[in-house]
């Protein structure tokens, strides 16, 4: 079960739905059949109580009358007849018709002599006219003015005997047992007295005090339901379970000392019952069937836009910032991925902003660097120089003034890409300075095959190198040399080394520039900056390259760049 | 998901069910169980009559006591076994009716009892150890279709080996009928010669055939298919009442009057009562009612027989051991089954 559950999500949303729907279902159904039950056994048992009264008011009644008729036993003509005095038979039967005025109906009545012998009658002979004194009713009669005591037929399904007899003992005058008055109920009296009195619906069984049957409105339950009850009641068990398809109720009747049982047909038989359970059962059933389908379509709901999400997520994981969660909805699901994809929108525009940030930084840095060397009124003022030194006869002054004023003048020019021969030449400009400087200390050579003289490099990248090598490496060296040479190592690729025949570098300057930090490189501004410009415009495969000559002492310089052409305008 | 709540949740399931189903017995209506009477009120009667014969009596015995009575009725081997099996608790208290022979067979299962009664039996019905309680006499007797036969012609048993009647005679199978071998051992004393021989002899008269029931004996005789029978007394008096034409004779070379019997069972939970009813079954209320109304011959010396039955010093008796007839009850039978299935050998 709890592996179930936790197996999946949608479990547990079906495990909810099916307690959700099916608990107040069972609940429901399970209070409702009581309620009914509880109800329907209540009035049925108050119905069968009250018919139960019905009847037993009428056997009362009918006892009354019989206790009433029995006084005749005591009228002396009577025993007088039945010993044979020879009294008239008319007298008798006046007597006997008058005490049983209105019972003829439901009940025969005999007169018996001492020895059993049948003599008077309300109605014709019977089949038997001498009945044993010994046995049976006879034997069991009551004294006169005592109760009455009924005995039951032996076959009571036999319907034109008698089903229920009492005698009363006739007195003679000496106390001696004169006669018997016999009260015979039938079948028919029976019917007369109690048809229509427990409901259509309902049987009526009178037992004797042993359970025996007396009288069944309908013969046959003599038979097949006296016993059972009577076997229900000697187990101790409940007399319901004689029958599946009855209910029964009893009341005694005390002074006939019979059993009155009323059968009912259940309320609740199993076919009602077998009904009641199949629509629960059906009811559960269509619960947990919805409980499957609300569980699969809201768990499909549910996971179609998680899923979707999830794809998007592992998109963004692979660097596609392009990732988008459609979706047409306006749940929390739908607000997540409008959260979702409003947060890629904005890290998309944040990237392009730190790129866009990064470039314009870069461009700022190269300006400044470029700024540096701008001071525009130098140019002016050099040329002023010029021409006064020249109207002065000091050729060197203005031949310096008019170099210093081209190179000021290529480094406040607006173009950040030249052809590598101005800046060969700028770079010649400033050699001729150093020259008259440091009085041909040492000498320049330089390499410039033709094809590559249109090749575009960002200015002024070659004066700081060779300025570098004439005040650091150079100094104080006799006869020193810079040698600068352009080539192409390979297609698409330039290569510029600046070569000279100084000290050489030491060794922890040696390899690539832009691998060593920067504070590191604090004395060598202008290389630094180079390699700066060089790597930020062509990116960080670019720069610049330190290492000592090979063939002898000094250092060389070689900036690696892109080749590209003048017509390429990439700038 | 805490491990506790699937148990829970099933629980709640279940108890949702039961309440569902669970409730049927409170259905009302058991009111009768008031109504049951005390264990001192009651007797069970194991009884292998017909309802004929036990209700009225079992019906006059409940008015007159109070006792309520459950019966228990079957075939008297049928109850016997049923008594010998339920020997460990029994719930019969009294055994009704059965051949005392066959009482005699399950003597272990009853307690012998002296009844109130007992002074008025005659002597030669008492079982000597009181093991049982004589109930009715029942002789043996012949019957012949009275359509079919002259007068005369059958007195006794010797008749039967005629070769008229050879193959014409009802008989009942003994190991089926307990009337059957009351017949067939009565037979074995009333003829002369040696057992073996007579057996053969009579299997021989039958033509090896025997009939199902003792009831078919009085059948097939009134409807002629056989012409002699053997049958009791009894039984032959109630058909010849019903119309049957059928004669009834007291064999001439003697014949038994084996009673039939009721005992008390060891062991009965109700025992007072169990005695209360065997007085009652010899009671001379009973023995007469019975005279009177199914031709039983009363086992009581102060009881006459029906006006239509012959008194009982006309009848020839033979001396009939219950005793010994019980006890070589199925070496009897086993020589009966070898001579009905040896016919036609030399």
Known sequence: ?571 | MPKKRPCALLALLASGVMLLTGCRSVSSGDGGAAFAPDESCRLVVYTSHKREVYWPIIKEFEERTGIWVEIVEGGTNEILNRIAREAGSPAADVMFGGGVESLESYKDCFTPYRCSEADSIQPRYRAPDDLWIPFSSLPVVLIYNAKLIDPGQVTGWADLFDARFRGKIAFADPGKSGSGFTGLVTLLEAVEGNQEDVLRAFADALANRQLDSSGLVLTTVAEGSNLVGVTLEETALQRIAAGDDIVLIYPDDGTSCVPDGNALVKGAAHKDNAQLFLDFTVSHDVQQMLAERFYRRSVRADVEPAANLAVQEDILLIDYDVAWASRNHDSILTSWIFCLGAEGTP
């Open chain 1, 1 to 571: 079960m709890k592996d179930f559950l936790s197996r999946s999500f949608r479990n547990r949303l079906f495990a909810a739905f099916l307690v959700v729907s099916l608990v107040p279902l069972l609940i429901c159904s399970a209070l409702l059949l009581q309620t009914f039950r509880l109800r329907l056994t209540n009035d049925v048992n108050a119905e069968a109580r009250e018919h139960l009264d019905t009847v037993s008011r009428v056997m009362d009644a009918l006892y009354d009358d019989f206790a009433r008729a029995a006084a005749l036993a005591e009228n002396p003509l009577i025993a007088a007849a039945l010993a044979g005095d020879g009294a008239e038979g008319t007298q008798v039967y006046n007597v006997l018709f008058d005490a049983t005025e209105g019972l003829r109906g439901y009940a025969r009545f005999d007169l018996y002599d001492a020895g059993g012998r049948w003599r008077y009658s309300t109605q014709t002979a019977p089949e038997d006219t001498l009945l044993p004194t010994s046995w049976g009713v006879l034997y069991s009669a009551s004294p006169s003015g005592g109760f009455l005591t009924f005995v039951a037929a032996e076959d009571v399904t036999v319907t034109q005997s008698p089903l229920l007899q009492g005698a009363v003992l006739i007195a003679g005058r000496d106390g001696e047992t004169a006669g018997y008055l016999l009260i015979s109920m039938y079948q028919n009296g029976f019917r007369q007295l109690l048809d229509g009195k427990y409901g259509a619906q309902n049987d009526l069984i009178l037992l004797n005090r042993y359970w025996r049957p007396v009288y069944c409105a309908q013969p046959s339950l003599a038979a097949s339901l006296a016993p059972r009850l009577r076997l229900q009641l000697l187990d101790g068990q409940p007399l319901n379970g004689a029958s599946e398809d009855f209910l029964y109720s009893v009341a005694y009747h005390p002074p006939t000392g019979l059993y009155i049982i009323l059968q009912k047909p259940q309320v609740f038989t199993r076919g009602t019952m077998n009904i009641l359970y199949a629509v629960s059962l059906s009811s559960a059933l269509i619960c947990i069937l919805f409980s499957i389908l609300m569980s699969l379509q809201l768990s499909r709901q549910m996971f179609y836009p998680i899923k979707k999400l999830h794809r998007a997520i592992g998109e963004v994981a692979n660097n596609n910032l392009d990732a988008y969660v459609p979706h047409n909805r306006k749940d929390e699901l739908g607000q997540l991925a409008d959260r979702f994809n409003g947060m890629m929108v904005a890290l998309k525009h944040n990237q392009e902003q730190l790129v866009e940030n990064q470039q314009e930084l870069n461009a700022a840095q190269i300006r400044m660097l470029q700024a540096q060397l701008n001071p525009h009124f130098l140019c002016n003022t050099l040329d002023t120089m010029k021409w006064i030194s020249k109207i002065n006869k000091v050729p060197q002054v203005a031949l310096m003034s008019t170099n210093l004023a081209d190179i000021l003048r290529f480094c406040i020019s607006p173009d950040e890409f030249v052809p590598l021969y101005r800046e060969v030449e700028i770079l010649q400009r400033y050699m001729e300075i150093q020259n008259i400087r440091l009085s041909d200390a040492f000498a320049f050579q330089l390499i410039l095959p033709i094809e590559l003289e249109s090749c575009l490099v960002p200015k002024m990248i070659l004066q700081p190198i060779v300025e570098n090598a004439i005040l650091h490496g150079l100094e104080g060296v006799g006869n020193g040399g810079v040698k600068v040479e352009a080539s192409q190592p390979q297609p698409g690729l330039l290569q510029i080394t600046i070569a000279d025949n100084g000290r050489g570098l030491p060794a922890e300057m040696v390899g690539r520039y832009g691998d060593r930090n920067r504070d590191s490189c604090r004395g060598h501004l202008g290389l630094y900056n180079i390699d700066t410009i060089l790597r930020k415009h062509y990116g960080a495969g670019f720069g610049l390259y330190l290492s000592n000559r090979k063939d002898g002492p000094g250092a060389v310089v070689t900036a690696t760049l892109p080749m590209r052409v003048e017509e390429d305008a990439l700038c």
